[in-house]
């Protein structure tokens, strides 16, 4: 039981039925250059034990990701442009694709690799990785690290940050016009109690006359204030919600 | 060294380089050669980070001295002695490494004028006289402490020119007699012995004033810096070079363009190479990854243009360069930089940043040669194709990656 389970984390892969949360990163066989096919897999089993600890990545089983090469044998070409990139990556299912290359060149190994989002864009990273040991998996593990923190936004990302401007839009909006209302609510109630006997002064002749007018100014800057409130709510919300229906996929 | 069990047995493989190069024509009727000391300095730069040591013999016109700054100085000129105290000096370093257990590797290059002598002999130009068949098998080869000799001649009737120079000797070209003479049973006795000629037949000679060196020295140059290695594996082996130069010249129709070459593997070992990337070189690599395709070329950024070739966009590509140096990768209307820091360094082309470059244009010979050497795209294909033609064995091809579970 414990060794089926060793074998399958040693490997990277996620347990059957078990739920990864993160993104879907799918490593392609690699291929050599002045290398064994041999030795290209072990360095590729180094690289993946790395991914899979990697946080937030959910690294396909090499099984399934053969499976599917093979499947789409045929069909696939080497990609001069980010449409067909983001084809190949969607024709893999993942989010993220890998393209390996391991080369045996003055008496080191480097490795090459290329991260393709769902979106064409593509990351670079070369490192050299000495051939055995914790070394290489720690070189494993840098490399792709810098691969990783190098992707370029992730679409969930780019949505967000789309939709900020129509929320801010839309949120001021809405609080000019609850101002607004505030204030033409204050404006009413300075006109009734105006309305009402001696409008709430008190005092005779020119004191009195002094109070009306100060009411009077009062209700009327009120007035003017939620009038502008409402008018610039009413604007903004209108931006917002055109922002908001310009940027939908 | 990477370790692998059925590698770690072989012995360690050292190399030496003694090159000769020589504008200059004993015949007063026959005009210098403008690029041989180009050559010979371009040799120099390929060989010397990656042997044991390099020799070069030649005096360099001041074009080469202003382009190739401080090589000069480690140069010494192409006469029969320093030949010969050159050929002692490597003789006993290359025999101290055979006692070590050592596979010591001689490249012998010669880029210059030749001749046939009235006896029939073939000879090549030195500084002080000439430098026979014989002298050849008696000084190089015969004495030779090397487990392997690579010859390479590029003498004056294989060079591929524009500007045709015309006024040459009337006989036949020196290349063909020294093809001749090498190719006969005399080698046969020398198996350590492998031999890349140009045999031309044209009679005028040609310098290519685009890449200021002879055409023929240039994609040898090409081909061992890796553009010839079809099956990926590092090494540049006798029938991938012949490929690469067939497939580099095939476009071209004019007659004086036409570049045959002879070249025979060390019966020894016909699978020995003659270049060797996955050695502790001291060079560094730049990598020219699938998606990538077309007739390319790189340039140092003192103008010297150290590679051609076709690539197929279905392949990678490595070409070994000299570190420390920038580069421009080149194409038809666009070029990229970039930066080898270091040996051993992994230069990825598919990062770089392309810009729009200006394509010079000087002449209707000139535009002519340009547009058909390189031409055709070599790869598999053309390789296979060739190799079955001369009914040779071909280099094992790699089988891509592991698809196993």
């Not at chain 1, 009411?215 to 908001?244: C, D, N, P």
């Not at chain 2, 004495?143 to 390479?152: Q, T």
């Not at chain 2, 990768?329 to 820091?341: D, H, P, S, V």
């Amino acid at each position: 039981m414990l060794l089926p389970l060793a074998l399958m984390l040693s490997l990277g892969a996620t347990p059957p039925g078990a739920a990864c949360e993160g993104e879907r990163v799918v490593i392609l066989p690699f291929d050599m250059v002045a290398l064994t096919r041999a030795e290209a897999r072990h360095t590729e089993e180094t690289l993946r034990r790395a991914v899979a600890r990697t946080a937030g990545v959910c690294l396909e089983p090499r099984k399934a990701t053969v499976e599917q090469w093979r499947a789409l044998s045929g069909k696939r070409g080497p990609c001069a442009d980010a449409a067909c990139r983001a084809e190949e990556v969607k024709a893999f299912g993942a989010k993220w694709l890998i393209h390996g290359r391991v080369l045996g060149l003055g008496g080191e190994r480097t490795v090459a690799l290329v991260l393709t989002g769902t979106e064409g864009g593509e990351a670079r990273s070369t490192f050299s990785m000495p051939a055995l040991g914790a070394a290489a998996e720690d070189a494993a593990a840098k490399g792709f690290g810098a691969l990783w923190g190098a992707r370029g936004p992730r679409p969930a990302e780019v949505q967000k940050a789309r939709r900020v401007w129509p929320a801010v839009l839309l949120g001021t909006g809405a609080a000019a016009l609850v101002a607004s209302a505030g204030f033409g609510m204050a404006a009413r109630a300075t006109e009734k109690r105006l309305s009402v006997g001696n409008g709430g002064c008190e005092g005779e002749g020119e004191a009195l006359r002094r109070c009306f007018a100060d009411g009077l100014r009062r209700g009327e800057r009120q007035s003017q204030i939620a009038t502008g409130l409402l008018g610039a709510g009413a604007v903004l919300g209108a931006s917002g919600a055109i922002f908001f229906v310009w940027e939908l996929p | 060294m990477l370790a692998s069990p059925a590698l770690a047995a072989e012995p360690e493989r050292v190399s030496y380089a003694l090159i000769v190069a020589n504008n200059a024509s004993l015949d007063p009727k026959q005009a210098d050669l403008r690029y041989a000391d180009d050559d010979g300095a371009r040799y120099y730069e390929l060989f010397a980070p990656q042997a044991r040591e390099t020799v070069l013999l030649s005096v360099l016109d001041s074009e080469t001295q202003a382009r190739h700054p401080g090589l000069a100085a480690r140069t010494q000129p192409p006469t029969r002695a320093v030949l010969q105290e050159s050929l002692a000096r490597l003789n006993a370093r290359m025999a101290e490494d055979r006692k070590a257990g050592r596979l010591p590797v001689l490249y012998f290059v010669f880029t210059g004028h030749g001749k046939r002598e009235a006896a029939g002999e073939g000879t090549v130009s030195l500084m002080d006289g000439p430098f026979t068949r014989t002298d050849l098998y008696k000084h190089i080869i015969t004495p030779s402490s090397a487990s392997f000799i690579h010859l390479i001649v590029d003498a004056c009737d294989s060079y591929f020119f524009v500007n045709a120079r015309g006024a040459l000797p009337i006989g036949p070209a020196q290349t063909a007699a020294v093809a001749q003479h090498l190719a006969s049973r005399e080698l046969d006795r020398y198996p350590r012995v492998g031999v890349v000629l140009s045999t031309s037949s044209t009679r005028e000679s040609h310098e290519w004033s685009t890449i200021s060196a002879g055409v023929f020295s240039h994609q040898v140059r090409s081909a061992l810096a890796g553009a010839a290695d079809v099956n990926r594996d590092g090494r540049v082996e006798y029938s991938e070079l012949m490929a690469f130069i067939a497939a580099a010249s095939q476009g071209v129709e004019d007659v004086r363009g036409k570049l045959d070459i002879f070249a025979r593997p060390p019966p020894l070992d016909r699978n020995a190479p003659l270049s060797d990337l996955s050695r502790n070189t001291g060079l560094g690599y730049l990598l020219v990854p699938e998606g990538i395709g077309g007739r390319m070329w790189v340039e140092d950024t003192r103008g010297v243009r150290v590679a051609d070739f076709h690539k197929e966009r279905e392949r990678p590509l490595v070409l070994a360069l000299p570190p420390s140096r920038s580069y421009y990768l080149r194409m038809e209307g666009r070029e990229a930089r970039l930066t080898m820091q270091r040996a051993g360094a992994v230069v990825d082309a598919g990062g770089l940043s392309w810009g729009t470059s200006p394509v010079a244009s000087r002449g209707a010979v000139e535009e002519a040669f340009r547009d058909k050497l390189f031409s055709v795209a070599f790869g598999p294909r053309f390789y296979s194709g060739y190799v079955a033609s001369l009914g040779q064995t071909p280099v094992a091809m790699d089988d891509g990656p592991d698809l196993s579970p």
